[in-house]
């Protein structure tokens, strides 16, 4: 990825004048070897005066295309463009003169120099403009650093020439002041680092490297103060431009917006190692006016040090009372949710037995409710001191929140963990007299023991935890926890991602069961039963999935996948001359969601199928949940020619009105009726009064369950509709349709099949 702008024309321009001023200065160092020499310096001055106006002039220009290119950059970028043509303009000034006479030190242009670093510094502050303000031991660390930096720096650059001085006054103060003010701009690029407003890459170091080479370069008037005039030297010629060049160069840069923090250790090592630098500098102390330029920033570099000691023990001493009270429950004074998990978490680690309890305190909401929330503190600071002194001091009590405590126990006995429950229980039932009340607070306690294979104290909480509301529940105060009783076992979890998996690769598969004519025993319906292939254990049947379903939150997708099938299977059911109908049960939740109903009519339409080809099964919970809705629904359903049935009926509560209000075309009666009709006289009155009833409000009755011919004979002679049963066919795959139907209809499979086809209950 390239950074922004890099691949516009005007940053081409930009990468194209940057090259055009190496050329040039390269032409000029050349120019100086092959013209006339000492003798007659006045063509080499020329020549000299004639590259540096060309080699600024190409930066100036650099500078402007990159201002034009970047617009927020663009105040920053023409401060440095100032300075540089300053800069220029000085030198060539003082350059022409020399071409003429010898200038003596200071000249007429070192005003222009000194306003060209204006230009510089401005460019600097506003190249971070924006970012926020650094904290105060971020401030100090930068003074440290950067002390210890102007020391060194003063020492390398300043120190050896100035041992030659002898004039003072104006010409001392330039002599020193230049070079000064360039280790002053590169301390300031890298406290902008230190500080995190600069980033840590080339450009930065570009910027110091060029304020360094500066340096150098000016230390040059240190000669020329004791020489009386400026000194020519075509390699201090070249160090300015290469200077000015890196200047320009990372000024036309764009910088990263992100800027990295560092490494702690790294950090600390620095500040102790420029600790020791202004040490230094203060026990060597060298004389005259560059000892006071080395000793200032020595002295800064050990008070900045010293406060961020202070400033440090102070955030240590912050820490460690932070730590204190994160750990700490504010109200009771125990340990709190995330002590008592990282304590359980260590002992995980470590491999040590133990056991975890979740304690819930009974009937709690009602003394907040009753009696105020400052009563319900204090029946908490009661409750978390009688556990506190009742308990060993190995047993780790902890209040995790609310009304809910913690208990971490050096066992995994049971039978002791449970005797500590017990006594918990006991000395919280001893009356406890709050408010005039005399209140003894019952607890649910849910226990658990760690195992070779929890990975976290996580696992133990909610495994206490379903204990814990299972005791609530059955009200027996405390119970060990029981996989059986945990809806949300790991085996249950990974049951549920198995589906997942197969509602993804198709791995559920349809079977159907057919339903015939009572009197002529045509097939008029196929219902559709849903199976998972398992790749390890085979074909299961829906009882061994549908729950995990529901309770993975699946049954939605689950619902869609059947009922693309059902509209598959059904396209192939109609081209091969088949015209019964193919039935697909519907839970409550997906009938009255408002998604599924859609996607069917959908469907439908893309595989070019009458609306009467499918029929939806409903239970009748589906009106118990939510009746306007379910009405709604199966009103959509008829608008688009749907057929409804309700399916199980008898087993529920639903009022009759359902039956004359509701637009459903069929009755389907459960099998618990059918299978005891022939040895039970109620039941028989039941079906028989039933079906009476449905006919009279003109719907279809339907007998599900038919498993044997007296069974069926019955049933004929109550006029029920419809058959379904093992005795008409066990379900069967849809391969297996066409061959079955051959079969029933030549009259072959009517006494066999039951017993011919697979059978999936």
């Known amino acids: 990825m390239t950074r922004r702008g890099q691949g516009q024309p005007g940053a081409q321009w930009v990468r194209r004048l940057g090259r055009a001023a190496w050329v040039v200065a390269a032409l000029g160092a050349a120019s100086s070897l092959v013209l006339p020499g000492p003798d007659d310096g006045a063509p080499i001055r020329y020549a000299l005066v004639v590259t540096l106006l060309a080699f600024f002039a190409l930066q100036v220009i650099r500078l402007l295309f990159a201002a034009a290119l970047h617009p927020a950059r663009r105040l920053a970028l023409l401060f440095l463009t100032a300075g540089v043509g300053l800069w220029a303009a000085g030198a060539a000034t003082v350059g022409a003169s020399q071409a003429v006479e010898l200038v003596r030190f200071p000249a007429p242009g070192e005003a222009l120099y000194l306003l060209s670093y204006l230009g510089m510094a401005a460019f600097l502050l506003l190249d971070v403009a924006g970012r926020r303000l650094p904290a105060l031991s971020v401030w ?49 690029v890298l406290a902008q680092l230190l500080l995190r407003q600069r980033e840590r890459t080339g450009r930065t170091a570009a910027l110091a490297l060029a304020f360094l080479g500066l340096a150098v ?34 000024a036309c840069t764009p910088p990263r917006q992100a800027v990295g923090q560092g490494s702690g250790q790294l950090r600390t090592r620095t500040l102790v190692v420029a600790a020791g630098v202004g040490l230094l500098v203060l026990v060597v102390h060298p004389g005259g006016t560059i000892g006071w330029v080395v000793t200032v920033p020595a002295i800064i570099t050990l008070v900045g040090a010293g406060a961020r000691m202070v400033l440090a023990l ?27 998990l990282a304590s359980a978490d260590e002992s995980l680690r470590e491999r040590r037995a133990f056991g975890f309890m979740l304690l819930d305190l009974d009937g709690f909401k009602d003394i907040n409710d009753s009696l105020g929330h400052g009563t319900g503190d204090e029946v908490l600071i009661a409750v978390a001191r009688r556990m506190r002194d009742a308990l060993p001091s190995d047993v780790v009590v902890a209040r995790l929140g609310g009304d809910e405590f913690a208990l971490l126990s050096l066992t995994d006995d049971d039978l002791e963990l449970l005797e500590t429950a017990r006594r918990v229980r006991e000395v919280l039932m001893a009356p406890l007299h709050i408010d005039n009340l005399d209140l003894a607070i019952g ?17 133990l909480l909610r495994r206490a935890d379903v204990a814990m509301y299972e005791a609530k529940e059955s009200r027996s105060g405390a119970l060990l926890y029981d996989t059986a009783q945990d809806g949300y076992s790991r085996q249950r979890l990974r049951r549920g991602e198995e589906l997942r998996h197969a509602i993804a690769s198709n791995e559920l598969v349809l079977w159907y069961q057919p339903q015939v004519d009572a009197v002529s025993r045509r097939v008029t319906a196929m219902e559709a039963l849903v199976r998972w292939q398992h790749p390890r254990e085979g074909l299961l049947s829906p009882m061994l999935f549908l729950s995990e379903a529901r309770r993975a939150g699946l049954m939605p997708a689950l619902s869609d996948a059947v009922m693309r099938m059902v509209v598959s ?37 893309e595989a070019d199928l009458p609306g009467d080809s499918v029929l939806i099964e409903v239970t009748e919970d589906s009106f118990l949940s939510d009746p306007e809705r379910a009405r709604d629904a199966l009103y959509d359903l008829r608008e688009h020619e749907v ?7 008898g087993t529920g509560f639903s009022s009759l009105a359902y039956l004359r209000d509701l637009p459903v075309q069929e009755l389907k009666i459960d099998r618990s009726f059918v299978s005891a009709l022939t040895a039970d006289h109620r039941t028989r009155l039941i079906v028989q009064t ?23 004979t019955e049933l004929v002679a109550m006029k029920v509709d419809v058959l379904q049963g093992y005795h008409i066919a066990a379900p069967m795959p849809p391969e297996q349709v066409g061959p079955w139907l051959r079969r029933w209809a030549t ?12 059978s999936v209950a």
């Not at 020439?161 to 006054?169: D, S």
């Not at 658990?448 to 976290?456: E, I, R």
């Not at 057929?643 to 009926?649: C, E, N, V």
């Not at 009259?747 to 697979?758: E, H, L």
């Open 443 to 459: 607890a649910s306690i849910g226990i658990t023991v760690a195992g070779q294979d929890d990975a976290s104290a996580t696992d």
């Open 140 to 188: 100090l660390e930068a003074a440290v650093v950067c002390g210890a930096a102007a020391c060194v720096s003063a020492f390398a650059v300043l120190s050896p020439l100035a041992l030659t001085f002898e004039r003072g006054g104006l010409a001392l103060l330039l002599a020193i002041l230049y070079p000064l003010i360039d280790l002053v701009l590169g301390t300031i």
């Open 569 to 605: 299977d059904t396209r192939a059911f109609v081209d091969a001359g088949y015209d019964f109908r193919v039935a697909m049960n519907c839970a409550p939740p997906e009938l009255l969601g408002g998604q599924l109903l859609p996607r069917l009519y959908e469907e439908l339409a």
């Open 314 to 340: 102070r955030e240590a001493r912050g820490a460690a009372e932070a730590l204190r009270l994160s750990l700490t429950d504010e109200l009771t004074g125990l340990p709190n949710r995330r002590a008592v």
């Open 690 to 712: 039933t079906t009476q009833m449905a006919h009279a409000m003109g719907l279809r009755v339907v007998a599900e369950g038919v498993e044997d011919e007296q069974t069926a």
């Open 747 to 758: 009259g072959a499979g009517r006494s066999t099949s039951a017993g011919t086809t697979p």
């Open 643 to 649: 057929q409804a049935s309700i399916d199980d009926y």
């Open 217 to 250: 370069a000016d230390s040059s008037f240190l000669v020329s103060l004791k020489q009386d005039t400026y000194s020519t030297n075509v390699l201090l010629d070249i160090l300015w431009g290469v200077s000015f060049a890196v200047l320009v160069g990372a």
